[in-house]
Nanobody, 118 residues
Framework: QVQLVESGGGLVQAGGSLRLSCGAS????????MGWFRQAPGKEREFVAA????????NYADSVKGRFTVSRDNAKNTMYLQMNSLKPEDTAVYYC???????????WGQGTPVTVSS
């Protein structure tokens, strides 16, 4: 059974940092682009960051550029999201997923909540 599991969320004060992890089991995703998304209360899910299969190419939402860093360790079948200088507007449930087609993500994890207090 293919499964993605996010971890590392929690409560942090504004200006603080968190590191999220996304572990994959049941399948190796080393050949796929993977991404992070988030959904704040009452809002639609939005793209945060993505990393290509080798980790050599990344892209970010404008709202997190310069503050968040996405990376991956294919030997551990794990993707990471380092979040620095967190703001209250970063509060959301963060999800990881695999890009299964050019414009579609799948194998969504259950999400990990991040709360940034002011």
């Amino acid at each position: 059974q293919v499964q993605l599991v996010e971890s590392g969320g929690g409560l942090v004060q504004a200006g603080g940092s968190l590191r999220l992890s996304c572990g994959a089991s049941g399948h190796t995703f080393s050949g796929y682009t993977m991404g992070w998304f988030r959904q704040a209360p009452g809002k639609e899910r939005e793209f945060v960051a993505a990393v290509n299969w080798s980790g050599t190419s990344t892209n970010y939402a404008d709202s997190v550029k310069g503050r968040f860093t996405v990376s991956r360790d294919n030997a551990k079948n794990t993707m990471y999201l380092q979040m620095n200088s967190l703001k209250p507007e970063d509060t959301a449930v963060y999800y990881c997923a695999v890009r299964v087609t050019l414009d579609t993500y799948g194998y969504w994890g259950q999400g990990t909540p991040v709360t940034v207090s002011s």
